[in-house]
Nanobody, 117 residues
Framework: VQLQACGGGLVQAGGSLSLSCAASGSIRSINAMAWYRQAPGKQRVLVARINSGGSTNYADSVKGRFTISRDNAKNTVYLQMNNLKPEDTAVYYC????????????WGQGTQVTVSS
């Protein structure tokens, strides 16, 4: 099983970016999917999470600006980021709880998001 993230890049403050992350391989089902981020010198933290039923939760710092969604038919999770701020600059990682022979948590490779002021 692999998670392939794409999107990200450089944007000015107030701008928007969209991330996507597709799971591939031997997949029976996917439970929760999420996005985390890690800024330089800081720990990796949860940004947004969506469960298999579509319920979502967000870090307080991104509520009202970021939207997480998923396409179960494509095994893909998305993160729409609007009104970006310099403090959103980080490497963003996708994460998924995937069941094939057993339930495991998988991580994508990370994608850089840089917001200039």
């Amino acid at each position: 099983v692999q998670l392939q993230a794409c999107g990200g890049g450089l944007v000015q403050a107030g701008g928007s970016l969209s991330l996507s992350c597709a799971a591939s391989g031997s997949i029976r089902s996917i439970n929760a999917m999420a996005w985390y981020r890690q800024a330089p010198g800081k720990q990796r933290v949860l940004v947004a999470r969506i469960n298999s039923g579509g319920s979502t939760n967000y870090a307080d710092s991104v509520k009202g600006r970021f939207t997480i969604s998923r396409d179960n038919a494509k095994n893909t999770v998305y993160l729409q980021m609007n009104n970006l701020k310099p403090e959103d600059t980080a490497v963003y990682y996708c994460n998924a709880e995937i069941e094939n022979f057993r339930l495991r948590t998988y991580w994508g490779q990370g994608t850089q998001v840089t917001v200039s002021s």
